[in-house]
Each structure stands twice: as C-alpha cells, then as structure tokens.
T-cell receptor, first 111, second 118 residues
Framework: DGGITQSPKYLFRKEGQNVTLSCEQN?????MYWYRQDPGQGLRLIYY???????QKGDIAEGYSVSREKKESFPLTVTSAQKNPTAFYLC??????????FGQGTRLTVV | GENVEQHPSTLSVQEGDSAVIKCTYS??????FPWYKQELGKRPQLIID?????GEKKDQRIAVTLNKTAKHFSLHITETQPEDSAVYFC?????????????????FGKGTKLSVKP
C-alpha cells in the first residue's frame, strides 16, 4: 500500500524536552516537506528537502531541526527552543511540480 | 521568497449557489498552482491544479482560473453541496531546476473555511 505515513498520531511533550516526529513515504518522491497548522494560520512551511542529504529552511524553522539521510524518511525534531510547539504537524511529499501528498498528521501537545 | 494571500478567510453560501475563493502570489517565477480541500480532522487533498501555461481548467463543478499578469488565481465551485463544506487552501510553487535554494518549495495561503447551508 503506497503512501506517506506519519507517526505518532498524538504526541505529548513536557517542557524542555526534544521530541521527534516521523515521516516515511514509499512513493519514490524526491521532495519532502514539513508544515505546521494552527487555527487561522493555514499551512506554514517549516523545512523542506528536495534531495537526500540536503534541506532548506522554510518560513518558521526556528526551534526545529530535520535530517534527510534516506529518500524515504524526513524526521522532524521539535527542540526545547521552540517556545510554542503545540500544533498539528503535516508532512508531505512530491516529485517536481506535481501533486503533493500529505500524511495524516501528528498532533503535538505540551503538557 | 514566495508569499501567497488568500481571501476570504470564511465564506458561507446557500446550497446550490456558487463559491469563489481568490489567491494572489508574489513570485512571478511560480508556475504551479494547486488547490487543496481539508475536511475536519483529515489531511489536505488535491482537488484541482493549474500550470502557468494554461489560463483556465475545469473539472465538473470545480474550475480554476489564472491571471499571470496580475499574479492571481481563483477557485470557482458551482452548484455547491453541503459536502463541499471544508477548508480550502491555495498554493504556489516553481519548478526546481537546481537543487537547493528556494526553488521547489510549496507555499500555501491561510485557507478559506467554506460553509454550505442546506
């Protein structure tokens, strides 16, 4: 079954903790993206990667880090430097200027 | 970098009426403009897209128009139905000819919450 999978679906973070959100795709897509969704804010780009071992900052990269060691995987780490991490996080992938497919999202809550 | 503005933020129509959502973009090099629909609690899904070499595209009750000169594009939904109720996002991107830099990013508008009343 081809697609893009995010895990976990729900994640709780304590103050000062780093947490990592997983994103895996088996669509053989070159590009992968991380977005943050807050009510009324739309989809804001955190990081994106067009090729293995390369990634670029989006509009709101501060407090986040990523890696792209494999084509299929693009994990996002929310560091303690991100002061307001509670949000819905969406991962997407695509190749070239084509349709982007989204994962089902991870809802992160600070407790 | 690219900036996408979307209006209105909320739109309420009566079933059977038409709905129009408008977006503007800032980067004249952008050449791909998709529209996504996101139902409550679900992932965004593509409903229609248009490339810069085309001025209009239609798929049943949904159409998109593009004005490259003015750098704006619009989504038109005719004969709206209650199941059209959702949040709609426009986006803009340009083809990546070189890896790295801002090419290949995909920037979204803030979304429009469409409510279709029966």
């Amino acid at each position: 079954d081809g697609g893009i999978t995010q895990s976990p679906k729900y994640l709780f973070r304590k103050e000062g903790q780093n947490v990592t959100l997983s994103c895996e795709q088996n669509l053989n897509h070159d590009a992968m993206y991380w977005y943050r969704q807050d009510p009324g804010q739309g989809l804001r780009l955190i990081y994106y990667s067009q090729i293995v071992n390369d990634f670029q900052k989006g509009d709101i990269a501060e407090g986040y880090s990523v890696s792209r060691e494999k084509k299929e995987s693009f994990p996002l780490t929310v560091t303690s430097a991100q002061k307001n991490p509670t949000a819905f996080y969406l991962c997407a992938s695509r190749t070239g200027s084509t349709e982007a497919f989204f994962g089902q999202g991870t809802r992160l809550t600070v407790v | 970098g690219e900036n996408v503005e979307q209006h209105p933020s909320t739109l309420s129509v009566q079933e059977g009426d038409s709905a129009v959502i408008k977006c503007t973009y800032s980067d004249s090099a952008s050449n791909y403009f998709p529209w996504y629909k996101q139902e409550l609690g679900k992932r965004p899904q593509l409903i229609i897209d248009i490339r810069s070499n085309v001025g209009e595209k239609k798929d049943q009750r949904i159409a998109v128009t593009l004005n490259k000169t003015a750098k704006h594009f619009s989504l038109h939904i005719t004969e709206t139905q209650p199941e059209d109720s959702a949040v709609y996002f426009c986006a803009a991107s340009k083809h990546a000819t070189n890896y790295g830099g801002s090419q290949g990013n995909l920037i979204f508008g803030k979304g429009t919450k469409l409510s279709v009343k029966p």
